[in-house]
């Protein structure tokens, strides 16, 4: 079969996927045969979607041949449908801009003229053939170079009746850019080709305030305005029964409105209102605010909307696609790095990734606190960032207590013409008066908000901007949720391996501890201290001043443990009145030194009723082991420890006594070890 080139890149990639190959047979292979069989053309959609004819053609090949055309959308429904299902469905492995480089839309009368030049343009050819003289196919064959000819023009069911000569005037301003806007399949392209498309509209009929505004679900955003719209863009807000009326009042004429949106007073100043309708679907629409508008005026713009209104829709689509293109690429990164990042992370990470995919300079991310009823800053970016961090606010209060109290996100173009609203002072920097925020929940409960401003290149930030938010909520809050719940678990952790009065760490963690650092110390012939540290005469201090009194002390010795220690060193209450310091990487040498250093510090620190104790102050004694040949498990160490307090007791107390043994390696005496 030989194949007219519409829609190349989509039908490439599927016959090129070695995943969807095989799936174009059933439809254009059996649609050939079809055609081939019944000698007449054949319309059929093809694994794609795409609208498509095929066609026998005689041209003196000993193999019948047939020839596949059209390869176009009929309707805009059609191209939603394989955008969906290259993002979400079973085409996901096709995912590319390139794909939609060369969208065509059409009318089925249109793939019916291609058949019948088709058709003509084979039996042409096999005529010149026969008499020697070889014309290529029309349409992009393989017989040669394509003869130039006129582009076939795509109608509309609005224009049956109108002659050409009728619509050229109305239509000059439509001509000038619609190529661009059949072209383009870019991303950002939307916002550009509307400032084209109206530009040359006010220019060539002398309108001069314009706004085209196109729909998002019952709103209609300013995606261009002109004129007297530029200084207050409008607002036209409807539900869905009243687009449905408007739609059935309209059919392509002008409806006047009021210019404030759907609610109007007797004093309001009305415009009026073309719709934008693809299929039986109000797309957008163009308001008028010039007064005395002329019949040709209103012809011309009559004929924009009906011209205008299925490229906008593909290149509105193809917009869509490259957004959430992008989307889906920050998404799976966004997914990978808060499953792995640490709570605190998690909210940078949320949150960084958000404003580059919005690309917003400047954000912030609050999570709200149930119990106090308040919104607090976890994490920011931009400048003041770090001043950004202590804001608390109530629920409810400002637009962001405001936005997660009515649980409705917030789109701002420009917050100075917002009533009642006001631009940020000049102190905060910031470069752009346009803002979302956006309430971010889990099955209905409050969990934060999503703030981002100062878009990049200082653009301002609408509805589309707001469909990307939507994309990754759902992610974005259960990462979030997630990030609590390890946070409360880490939480957790810590209470069960902390002793709840002194803030050290409990026997029980020590003991796995000093089991880990056993077998590091056995498999790289590293040296190992270990201390057992007890207050002297403790018993008595308690008994006479209180258990008061003796939990003070008991605080107090554990500040001067962690404020004589390395970061590497475990200090923990062992039990009672008893302490125990784990000293990695250290020999007995240099556990010692730092054994004296914690002796001094608890002896010259002031304790109340310290003058009470038998020694005058309130001390603390100290035996020491280390690792070697005979003492290499947790059990022995533990022993050997306490076998030198009992001797540092035993001679007076208030010192350092050591456990000492034969058998250390060599080795572990001289390997380094942190920095006292």
Known sequence: ????????????????????????????????????????????????????????????????????????????????????????????????????????????????????????AAHELSAKTTTGTEKPLEGGGEGGPEEPREPAKVTTSAETGESQGERVETLEAVEAFEPAVVSRASGGALKETCNRAVGALSETHGINSLALMLRADDSFFPACTTGAFRKKPPRVSLKAKEIKLLLAATRGESIAVPAGGRTSSKHEEAVELFPLVVGDEIKGALLVADRNLTDEQREALSAFCQEMAMPLEVVRLRDELERRMRAATHLQAFTEVVNTAEPEEAYTSILRHSAELLRAERGSLQLFDESAGELAVKAALGPRADISRDTRMRLGDGVAGAVLSEGRPVVVRDVAAVPGWHPAPSERSYKTNSFISYPIMVGGRK???????????????????????????????????????????????????????????????????????????????????????????????????????????????????????RSADVAARYGGEEFSILLPQTGMAEARVIAERIRRRVERTHFPHDKSQPLGAVTVSIGISAFGVDIDTPASVIYAADQALYVAKSRGKNCVEAFEHKGLPEAAEKKPSPKS
């Open 447 to 565: 969990v934060g908000v999503l703030n981002v401003t100062d878009k990049a290149g200082g653009g301002t930030y609408d509805e589309l901007d707001l469909g990307l938010l939507d994309l990754i909520a759902p992610q974005m809050a259960l990462a979030i949720d997630r990030a609590e719940w390890r946070q409360k678990a880490t939480q957790f952790q810590l209470l069960s391996i902390t002793d709840p009065l002194t803030g050290l760490v409990n026997r029980r963690y020590l003991e796995e501890r000093l089991s880990e650092e056993l077998e590091r110390s056995k498999r790289h012939r590293y040296s190992m201290s270990f201390m057992m540290v007890d207050i002297d005469d403790f018993k008595a201090y308690n008994d006479r001043h209180g258990h008061q009194a003796g939990d003070l002390a008991l605080e107090m010795t554990a500040q001067c443990l962690k404020s004589a220690l």
């Open 1 to 120: 079969s030989l194949a007219v080139s519409n829609n190349n890149s989509i039908c490439h990639a599927f016959q090129t996927s070695p995943a969807h190959a095989h799936r174009c047979e059933p439809f254009c292979g059996v649609a050939s045969e079809r055609a081939l069989k019944e000698g007449g053309p054949v319309h059929y959609r093809c694994h794609a979607g795409l609208h498509c004819f095929t066609m026998p053609v005689a041209l003196g090949s000993e193999k019948p041949l047939a020839v596949i055309g059209g390869r176009a959308f009929l309707r805009s429904a059609d191209y939603r449908a394989l955008a969906e299902r290259i993002r979400t469905g079973d085409l996901t492995d096709l995912l590319s801009a390139d794909l939609f480089r060369n969208v065509v839309f059409a009318l089925r009368q249109d793939l019916d003229d291609l058949a019948a030049r088709v058709a003509e």
